[in-house]
């Protein structure tokens, strides 16, 4: 029911505490629930949680993958480079995830597991067929494109900040253009 301003002006508030007010201003009267709603909504929330903690092993593998993707989808779409958040870190947990051990994961992805190390530790660069097989194994639930952007992000913020590869390649260059930018 609406209240109008006039009713709102005719009403002693003068016998209200002001938390009492406080209260009202922020769960309005008409939005409190009574007995009945409060049992359904307790009851719906003690169903979700049984359902939440019966869930199959499967089920729960799922829920942690979908976290690693938005996770990873976030971090590709933010302008921040944060250097934790590697290639590396993302393989790492997503074969973490799936409660697999990194030799069974190599051999799933056809890949040494020497050469599984090396891109989890971040000491190797992903080549694009492993980026497209992490798509396939993952069936698609994590395209390879979000692992590219992971690696690209790598490169981006490794060529704006290495002094040593700027010297390195400075030997290269002569003639130089004269501009000031």
């Given at each position: 029911?609406k209240?109008?301003?006039?009713?709102?002006?005719?009403?002693?508030?003068?016998?209200?505490?002001?938390?009492?007010?406080?209260?009202?201003f922020?769960?309005?009267?008409d939005?409190?629930?009574?007995?009945?709603?409060?049992?359904?909504?307790?009851d719906?929330?003690?169903?979700?949680?049984?359902?939440?903690?019966?869930?199959?092993?499967?089920q729960?593998?799922?829920?942690?993958?979908?976290?690693?993707?938005?996770?990873?989808?976030?971090?590709?779409?933010?302008?921040?480079?944060?250097?934790?958040?590697?290639?590396?870190?993302?393989?790492?947990?997503?074969?973490?995830?799936?409660?697999?051990?990194?030799?069974?994961?190599?051999?799933?992805?056809?890949?040494?597991?020497?050469v599984?190390?090396?891109?989890?530790?971040?000491?190797?660069?992903?080549?694009?067929?492993?980026?497209?097989?992490?798509?396939?194994?993952?069936?698609?639930?994590?395209?390879a494109?979000?692992w590219?952007?992971?690696?690209?992000k790598?490169?981006?913020?490794?060529?704006?900040t290495?002094?040593?590869?700027?010297?390195?390649e400075?030997?290269?260059?002569?003639?130089?253009?004269?501009?000031?930018y």
């Amino acid at each position: 029911m609406k209240t109008n301003r006039k009713e709102i002006k005719e009403t002693d508030f003068s016998k209200f505490t002001s938390e009492e007010l406080a209260d009202a201003f922020v769960f309005p009267a008409d939005q409190v629930l009574d007995a009945k709603e409060k049992k359904e909504e307790e009851d719906f929330w003690t169903a979700r949680r049984n359902q939440f903690n019966n869930r199959t092993h499967k089920q729960k593998m799922y829920s942690r993958l979908l976290q690693l993707k938005f996770q990873l989808e976030d971090y590709i779409n933010s302008s921040q480079y944060l250097e934790a958040f590697s290639f590396g870190f993302f393989l790492n947990e997503y074969v973490s995830r799936q409660g697999k051990k990194d030799k069974e994961f190599a051999v799933e992805v056809d890949v040494k597991p020497t050469v599984l190390s090396q891109y989890m530790n971040d000491h190797r660069k992903p080549t694009d067929e492993f980026i497209i097989r992490l798509e396939l194994h993952s069936n698609g639930m994590i395209p390879a494109i979000s692992w590219f952007k992971v690696v690209q992000k790598d490169k981006e913020h490794e060529i704006r900040t290495s002094q040593k590869i700027r010297d390195e390649e400075s030997k290269h260059v002569k003639n130089r253009l004269g501009f000031i930018y």
